[in-house]
């Protein structure tokens, strides 16, 4: 007997992934659309009686997408004699759909599931390592807010900082910043960015898989097509034709937005001939590196290191520009308690600072605090051991002080 597939005399456009089904029309006319789903529903039934497959029709859902507040009425959509359940929001291979098109639940549930482990991740940032808090939120947390973000957008606004918010809650569990750091010093220290930038570049990843043909056939089809250009070189004869948008909504989903970021991307990128060349590219860090391994020397010296470079540390001029400290004057009479003040001039260290590494060998505050690339690797640790010294032999700051 020939084999007969399930998608073979469908009329509605069919998408199949593993035991998943789904059968989908763009409405025009409410009944056409409900009378071709019917039929396909009919055939579906018809093929799985033939094949001895087993349908749960009470397991089937339907759900009309619209933007408008009354949605159009249709006739009921029925399988196997059994009217099939109208719902207002459906979860889809990971993905909430709602029929209003917003994303509030499936914000909703990103939240629900990552709190729960920043906050774990919170609890533990003075016991594990940076390196375990990076794992952990790696392995676990980032996926949960990169998960179909490519998809879900265009998001509010409110809705996109909720997450980002939690994200940066998560990003100072592992370098132990505290609230009131700047935002662009923690992307820094820690090498990541922004969850909008990483959306940004899912985005521009797949629409870089459709244009070179590497993504399926239907996601390809779904590029403007070209108009007619001249046939000189020019810089933008690799543009993508736009698409026209109504709503602001629509504006920020993923194609006419994604090609927006593609045509202003330079033509040595969009000719990468790699997916994970491209990708490199878009993700390449611009930002001031940390020459140092920021994982060598005791937790709490880490945390306290990580503090003065983000300028977040007990340091009165970092309090005072923090709203905490009524001045910026250290103990010593100086004006401005700073970490160049701290490591290079303070009287109060003065005994300290004399057999100090990095005090002899005439290093400046970056290197004190980044690191240096003309450094070996065991000078680098040297500097860096010397640096945890003098932080721990000072005294000055209160998470030490606690420890003791």
């Not at 490199?280 to 290191?305: E, M, P, V, W």
């Amino acid at each position: 007997m020939l084999f007969r597939s399930i998608v073979d005399n469908i009329d509605s456009n069919i998408r199949l992934f593993a035991d998943d089904t789904s059968l989908y029309v763009i409405i025009d006319d409410p009944n056409t659309a409900a009378d071709c789903l019917n039929n396909d529903l009919s055939r579906i039934s018809n093929w799985a009686k033939e094949w001895k497959v087993s349908f749960n029709p009470n397991k089937t859902k339907s759900i009309q997408f619209s933007r408008k507040i009354k949605q159009n009425a249709k006739p009921d959509l029925i399988m196997n004699g059994v009217t099939i359940q109208e719902v207002e929001s459906h979860r889809h291979l990971g993905l909430t759909l709602q029929k209003n098109c917003y994303w509030d639940i499936h914000i909703h549930a990103i939240f629900k599931k990552a709190s729960p482990m920043i906050n774990c991740l919170r609890s533990l940032k003075y016991r594990l390592s940076r390196k375990s808090l990076e794992i952990i939120y790696k392995s676990f947390i980032l996926p949960i807010f990169d998960y179909c973000g490519h998809i879900w957008d265009n998001c509010t606004q409110e809705q996109s900082l909720l997450l980002e918010k939690l994200n940066l809650d998560a990003l100072r569990s592992i370098c132990g910043a505290v609230r009131g750091t700047s935002h662009n010093l923690l992307y820094e220290e820690t090498n990541m960015k922004p969850l909008s930038e990483r959306r940004n570049i899912s985005k521009l990843t797949n629409f870089y898989k459709m244009k070179n043909h590497i993504a399926p056939q239907y996601l390809c089809n779904m590029i403007p097509e070209q108009p007619n250009t001249n046939e000189y070189n020019l810089r933008g004869n690799s543009a993508v034709r736009t698409v026209k948008c109504r709503t602001d909504v629509y504006a920020r989903s993923f194609l006419p937005d994604t090609i927006k970021l593609w045509n202003h991307l330079t033509p040595e990128t969009k000719n990468i001939e790699t997916v994970s060349n491209f990708k490199k590219s878009l993700a390449k860090q611009t930002s001031k590196t940390i020459i140092f391994d920021l994982n060598y020397g005791s937790r709490l010296c880490q945390i306290i290191h990580s503090r003065l470079r983000l300028c977040c540390s007990d340091l009165n001029a970092d309090k005072y520009s923090r709203h905490i400290a009524e001045n910026p004057s250290c103990s010593c009479g100086h004006p401005i308690e700073n970490a160049a003040h701290f490591f290079f001039s303070c009287t109060n260290y003065s005994e300290l600072r004399q057999n100090s590494f990095f005090y002899s060998k005439g290093f400046g505050i970056d290197t004190i605090l980044r690191g240096c690339t003309s450094l070996s690797n065991n000078d680098l640790n040297r500097l860096l051991e010397s640096v945890h010294l003098y932080i721990e032999k000072s005294g000055r700051f209160d998470l030490l002080n606690r420890k003791n």
